[in-house]
């Protein structure tokens, strides 16, 4: 059921030009919620919040997605007068884990674009995430006309509609964009379904998934996008660089890709391992000096 209130707080994020992405989350939460409550979200009271949030039995990160969505609707309420008390004074954000990135592997990446072959649109999702960075939901969103041709013909230019309604412009390398290019014969979305339509970011996400699990890869396409950033980072890009590509809103939430670089600090940990074996040395020689 979605009630006047609901209804007037979408309008209200359509009016700050809110996403659809984002105003059908919020939608989709909000009415769970008021599902599970059993009256209207205005006639809660604090003690109704606290018991439906006690009672979730779902991972942090959904318990903390749900509270925002219920506080944002809240704040909203009262604002404009509907309530005199904000009922989610007493909710508790879960202190989450920092996700650390998950890479894939050059050669199973190999592997995933050989065996993609068949399927052309399958590949360049594939190459989408991996070699440009797109997210799930960015590719299925990419048209025709977001893409803008190098001067040279080489490579070309893609505008990419991020989270949160954010556009950010990234390159896509030539050899990259030789395969990209066989799609554009189209004008809509470039990835569509057999009938024409374009790939939600959830179809998707199943189709990219499966073929991982068919040819026995434990990924997402997700963690393409993660090997971009890692592998940005190991040819030594600037860090701001790599969050603009990424669409980071948050320099902190890029960090983490350099922070899990390994092969970047390799040879530095190894010639510090090196001073350990002069080290090893010098005390083996100064005891045998004392015997």
Same mark, same amino acid.
């Given at each position: 059921?979605?009630?006047?209130?609901?209804?007037?707080?979408?309008?209200?994020?359509?009016?700050?030009?809110?996403?659809?992405?984002?105003?059908?989350?919020?939608?989709?939460?909000?009415?769970?919620?008021?599902?599970?409550?059993?009256?209207?979200?205005?006639?809660?009271?604090?003690?109704?919040?606290?018991?439906?949030?006690?009672?979730?039995?779902?991972?942090?990160?959904?318990?903390?997605?749900?509270?925002?969505?219920?506080?944002?609707?809240?704040?909203?309420?009262?604002?404009?007068?509907?309530?005199?008390?904000?009922?989610?004074?007493? &909710?508790?954000?879960?202190?989450?884990? %920092?996700?650390?990135?998950?890479?894939?592997?050059? +050669? @199973?990446?190999? *592997? #995933? $674009?050989?065996?993609?072959?068949?399927?052309?649109?399958?590949?360049?999702?594939?190459?989408?995430?991996?070699?440009?960075?797109?997210?799930?939901?960015?590719?299925?969103?990419?048209?025709?006309?977001?893409?803008?041709?190098?001067?040279?013909?080489?490579?070309?230019?893609?505008?990419?509609?991020?989270?949160?309604?954010?556009?950010?412009?990234?390159?896509?390398?030539?050899?990259?964009?030789?395969?990209?290019?066989?799609?554009?014969?189209?004008?809509?979305?470039?990835?569509?379904?057999?009938?024409?339509?374009?790939?939600?970011?959830?179809?998707?996400?199943?189709?990219?998934?499966?073929?991982?699990?068919?040819?026995?890869?434990?990924?997402?396409?997700?963690? &393409?996008?993660?090997?971009?950033?890692? %592998?940005?980072?190991?040819?030594?890009?600037?860090? +701001? @660089?790599?969050? *603009? #590509? $990424?669409?980071?809103?948050?320099?902190?939430?890029?960090?983490?890709?350099?922070?899990?670089?390994?092969?970047?600090?390799?040879?530095?940990?190894?010639?510090?391992?090196?001073?350990?074996?002069?080290?090893?040395?010098?005390?083996?020689?100064?005891?045998?000096?004392?015997?």
């Amino acid at each position: 059921m979605t009630t006047e209130y609901i209804s007037q707080h979408l309008d209200n994020l359509r009016l700050h030009n809110s996403s659809p992405t984002t105003i059908r989350h919020r939608l989709d939460n909000l009415q769970r919620i008021q599902a599970k409550l059993g009256k209207p979200l205005v006639e809660a009271t604090t003690d109704d919040l606290v018991a439906w949030q006690t009672a979730l039995r779902i991972s942090p990160s959904s318990i903390a997605t749900y509270t925002a969505h219920i506080r944002a609707f809240y704040r909203w309420a009262l604002l404009n007068g509907l309530i005199q008390i904000d009922p989610t004074i007493h &909710l508790v954000t879960p202190k989450l884990k %920092r996700r650390m990135p998950r890479p894939i592997p050059e +050669r @199973d990446l190999s *592997a #995933a $674009l050989t065996t993609a072959r068949y399927d052309h649109q399958l590949f360049c999702a594939f190459l989408l995430a991996g070699y440009c960075g797109l997210r799930c939901g960015e590719i299925t969103r990419v048209s025709r006309s977001d893409v803008r041709e190098d001067e040279n013909g080489k490579g070309a230019y893609l505008v990419v509609h991020g989270k949160g309604g954010h556009e950010r412009i990234i390159r896509i390398a030539p050899d990259i964009y030789a395969e990209v290019r066989l799609l554009m014969h189209r004008t809509g979305f470039l990835f569509v379904s057999k009938n024409g339509r374009a790939y939600t970011p959830n179809r998707l996400t199943q189709i990219t998934s499966a073929h991982l699990k068919a040819i026995g890869l434990p990924y997402t396409l997700h963690t &393409l996008r993660h090997r971009f950033a890692t %592998r940005l980072a190991d040819l030594g890009a600037d860090v +701001r @660089d790599v969050q *603009a #590509a $990424l669409g980071h809103a948050h320099l902190s939430t890029t960090t983490l890709y350099l922070a899990s670089n390994s092969r970047r600090s390799t040879t530095s940990v190894d010639k510090l391992g090196r001073g350990f074996a002069a080290m090893a040395k010098r005390q083996s020689a100064a005891r045998r000096s004392q015997t």
